[in-house]
C-alpha cells in the first residue's frame, strides 16, 4: 500500500501563490507517476497535473504556464507551485501516487484533500 501526506494548502488572495507538498511511504517498490487532481463544490474531480518524470509532465488547460509540478524520487515527494492563483482555483486538492507493489502488481493511493481557497 501507499500512504500520502499532504501538505501546503490554505487561504490565498486573488494573484497570489501556493505550494503542495505530497510524500508517499508505504511498502511499494516504485512509484510510477503522482499528480493531483482538484473537486470544486458541485462539480466533477479534474486532473490538474501529474509527473512522471522531470520530462514527462501533463497539465490541465486551465493551470498551464501557471502550475508547476516536480519531483523529488530520493524522497519520494511531488511538489504543485501555484502562482497567479485566481477564484476558480478554488478547490479541495487531493494527491495521487500510482505504485509498483512488491508483488509487481499497481496499485494507486489518495491523499486525505488540502482545500485552496483563493480569495480577497
Same mark, same amino acid.
Given at each position: ?10 487561504? !490565498? ?9 505530497? %510524500? ?7 512509484? *510510477? =507517476?503522482? &499528480? ?26 486551465? !493551470? ?9 524520487? %530520493? ?7 501555484? *502562482? =497567479?492563483? &485566481? ?34
Amino acid at each position: 500500500q501507499v500512504y500520502l501526506a499532504e501538505s501546503g494548502g490554505g487561504l !490565498v488572495q486573488p494573484g497570489g501563490s501556493l505550494r503542495l507538498s505530497c %510524500a508517499a511511504t508505504g511498502d511499494f517498490s516504485a512509484i *510510477n =507517476s503522482m &499528480g493531483w487532481y482538484r473537486q470544486a463544490p458541485e462539480k466533477q474531480r479534474e486532473l490538474v497535473a501529474s509527473i512522471i518524470s522531470d520530462d514527462d509532465t501533463n497539465y490541465a488547460n486551465s !493551470v498551464k504556464g501557471r502550475f508547476t509540478i516536480s519531483r523529488d524520487s %530520493a524522497k519520494n515527494t511531488a511538489y504543485l507551485q501555484m *502562482n =497567479s492563483l &485566481g477564484p476558480e482555483d478554488t478547490a479541495v486538492y487531493y494527491c495521487y501516487a500510482g505504485v509498483r507493489l512488491p508483488g509487481g502488481y499497481n496499485y494507486s493511493g489518495w491523499g486525505q484533500g488540502t482545500q485552496v481557497t483563493v480569495s480577497s
